[in-house]
């Protein structure tokens, strides 16, 4: 029997238009006008209610196994059910093992089985040392690669210098898969830090001027180089400077496969508006001021900017050290998934930006990314019915309650919010609906 779900707005890669998706057996089976539903068809009319593909977030620490008790497969994919994605990719830091080998693949699948309430997938690891271990885990079916330029923050995985990545490029670009990258450079930390050994670390201006701009440029222009040399997929991963936006635009221009994330942190807060001692808005690279934010948001608009991911970091909230507000001794990691369309679309609801721009950044374009562009990321007929009824009129105040992941800690409690998931379905059925998940977790792995 198939199903129709009805609004007025369907978001597709045609634009928004009033229709009605046909579902029989998890599968859209067509988009058509009202008009055209077919009588015997069970309806669902959703009235005004937006329409819009699940949610693709590439950006993810779920940190199962071995740090569930940080956030683990149940708790972050209820969340990211909660607000409207229906996909995550997941980093292959935090967790213990790390996921640089194969048989750590393994142990995370086995970890992620029976426990996932929207599907997932994982990216590998490039370290130090795991050169030879590139290609068994492309083919073992990781959707890419992340690296860090810098001390990532956890001893296991570790940061990864020039000449080890020159040895791990080859594989990389033979794989065919991206390589995502950290892109902070530590030469103009280390420098800046020196400088700040006596400054007041309560103060969130020190936290900033301790990791400059500087850093990021650095690191994307070697990247840019690298990329240039040896012809692989870069992606730039929480951009947060807009001073790189030139010369991102500049290597696109030129040809190179290059693609660039922001995170809603870096789009909603402003680092004048940041109290000092509210460590809870520490991260990696840092909130700017807010004319770079400006910037950002001109990089999404004119497309140097592809894509808007949560980097979804959670921890324990003894680890964000509110009990000293230092910054020096926080962990940094901000934690987003249930609410980060909420944010954009309040956000952009002050700037003119559609829904066909917020399904591209936080849909089409993360789907594109982790090769999934078949699969996810739009409604059309043929994919698995994975949609998002969104309320764009609705507002809410965040509460402890709204956030569903592990610990309810956020830099966002008390904002009011514009535009509320009201239910994501995954493959016809709800996995959230009006504040209640599904029985029975039904997520599984996507692959290639």
Known sequence: MAHAFLSKRVVTPQGTQPGALLVEDGTIRAICRPSEIPADAILHDFGNDALL????????????????????????????????????????????????????????????????????????????????????????????FKCFLIYPGCDGFTMIDQQQLEAALPSIAQSGLPLLVHAELAGPIDAATQSLRHADWRQ????????????????????????????????????????ALVELKSARKEGLPITVETCPHYLHFAAEEIADGNTLLKCAPPIRSKENQRGLWRGLHDGTIDMIVTDHSPCPPGMKRTDTGRFDQAWGGIASLSLALSIIHTDCGNRGDTLDDITRWMSSAPAALAGLARQAGVLQSGRDANF????????????????????????????????LVKATYLRGEPVYQEGIFASTPKGREVKL
């Not at 008790?69 to 149940?74: D, H, L, N």
């Not at 690191?219 to 001073?243: D, E, G, K, N, P």
Request: charged content about 20%.
């Open 53 to 144: 593909p699940g949610l693709v977030d590439t950006h993810v620490h779920i940190n199962q196994p071995g740090r569930t008790e940080w956030e683990g497969f149940r708790t972050a994919t209820r969340a990211a059910a909660a607000g409207g994605y229906t996909t995550l990719i997941d980093m292959p830091l935090n967790c213990l093992p790390e996921t640089t080998t194969v048989a750590a693949l393994e142990e995370k699948r086995e970890a992620a089985s029976g426990e996932c309430f929207v599907d997932w997938a994982a990216w590998g690891g490039a370290v130090a040392d795991n050169q030879q271990h590139i290609l068994p885990l492309a083919q073992a079916g990781v959707l890419g």
């Open 204 to 243: 969130y201006q020190t936290y900033l001027a301790s990791r400059p701009d500087e850093a990021e440029l650095q690191a994307i222009r070697l990247m840019i180089r690298l990329c240039r040399q040896y012809s692989f997929r870069l992606h730039i991963v929480h951009l947060s400077t807009a001073l």
């Open 388 to 419: 998002v009824r969104f309320d764009t009129e609705a507002t809410f105040t965040v509460t402890p309650d709204k956030l569903h992941y592990r610990h309810a800690i956020s830099p966002y409690l008390n904002e009011t919010l514009r535009g």
